[in-house]
């Protein structure tokens, strides 16, 4: 629960970076804290275990990696 915990200054500058991108960099505060990197190296272990397995369950991470390989291909 805690990484999902969000302050009024982290909302609003949330909301910023997507309607009004230039005004967030002003900011220069991070948008995204230091527990970031733990929930990335998950996401990338997991794409790699599911990768080198080759097991599809039809899921968004299938999809994720028919893009991938799509993109490496030159199919995209």
Known sequence: R??????????FLL????????LADL??????????PYFRDIFWHSMKAREES?????????????LKNEAE???F
């Open 2 to 11: 805690i990484p999902f915990q969000n302050d009024f200054i982290t909302s």
């Open 15 to 22: 909301f910023c970076v997507f309607f009004f991108p230039r």
């Open 27 to 36: 900011a220069n505060k991070p948008v995204f804290d230091d527990k970031t």
């Open 54 to 66: 080759k097991t599809e369950r039809g899921d968004v991470m299938d999809n994720l990696l028919k």
């Open 73 to 75: 291909n030159g199919e």
